[in-house]
């Protein structure tokens, strides 16, 4: 029996050493925080891949939300290993699929045999209302992350943050939201806040600015509308939010690229400027 304490006793010793010496978690290299920049690919729906990893590498963003104009659905497993290569070769990773929009049981069958093929644990959709108790069965079946995208005052499903938490609320806790702080100002909420009531929903972020707290209000460059980005900013620590804040960018979208670079160049100053302050 003592033989038996002594070996327990040294393996205990032996795993407390492992965990002191083990690293503690790293932060994003892009931000130095713990979430990291990242394109919604819904920006680039005039433009082919090449033409977007070429404007990641030029911002320096290495994750990108994948649409299936870049990646079709019906792409073969070549072609899908050959989409990771071409964004490998650019120092990008694809971290998640979507937005899908989802109005049958079959499209969320396919989204979730699509966002497995392409291998990632997160879908951005929109679903119907009377499927969510359908897609509460899909997460739990494929152990994904699904992020609902609000859409503001511009369609009637998911205006906001406090629409997309009712309806989710009493879900498998894997199913959450994209919070899209743009739309959710434009439907007159504060998304500041409200990434701290939900934080432990909220899977990925769409961050752009707009004009106005109301339908009339449009999307422009970070920092020349009306959304608070340092105290946005700030909320992303406190919270200690760890996915990704991908640019959605919706303004001259057959021209984006200065916006782009604008916007980028914006949020980073912002996280800049936040932290040497809090110091």
Excluded at 71 to 99: C, M, N, Q, R, W
Excluded at 123 to 141: A, C, F, H
Excluded at 213 to 230: F, N, T
Aim: hydrophobic share 40%; proline share 5%.
């Amino acid at each position: 029996m003592k033989k038996y304490l002594l070996l327990i006793t040294a393996l205990f010793a032996s795993f407390y050493i492992a965990a002191q010496k083990a690293p503690a978690p790293q932060p994003a290299p892009e931000t130095n925080e713990k979430f990291k920049i990242g394109m919604a690919g819904y920006t680039f729906v005039h433009f082919d891949l090449d033409k977007t990893l070429e404007t990641m590498e030029k911002t320096n963003v290495k994750y990108l939300c994948i649409k299936d104009f870049h990646l079709p659905f019906k792409s073969t497993d070549e072609e899908i290993a050959a989409f990771h290569e071409k964004l490998a070769s650019k120092g990008v990773e694809g971290y998640a699929v979507g937005p899908i929009y989802m109005r049958s049981e079959k499209e969320i069958d396919d989204a979730f045999v699509y966002a497995k093929r392409v291998g990632v644990k997160l879908i951005v959709g929109v679903p119907n209302y009377e499927l969510l108790p359908y897609l509460d069965k899909k997460v739990k079946e494929y152990d994904m992350k699904y992020a609902i995208h609000l859409h503001g005052p511009d369609i009637a499903l998911y205006p906001d943050a406090d629409d997309v938490w009712k309806n989710v609320k009493d879900l498998d806790s894997r199913i959450g939201m994209c919070l899209d702080i743009g739309h959710d100002r434009r439907n007159g909420k504060d998304p500041v806040a409200d990434l701290e009531k939900y934080i432990s929903r909220v899977f990925d972020i769409h961050i752009k600015d707009v004009t106005a707290p109301e339908k009339a209000g449009y999307s422009v460059e970070i920092g020349r509308g009306i959304l608070d980005y340092p105290a946005f900013v700030n909320m992303l620590r406190k919270t200690g939010y760890d996915g990704v804040c991908s640019l959605e960018h919706e303004r001259n979208m057959k021209d984006p690229f200065s916006g782009i670079a604008e916007s980028i160049g914006y949020f980073r100053g912002v996280i800049r400027t936040t932290a040497d302050l809090a110091k």
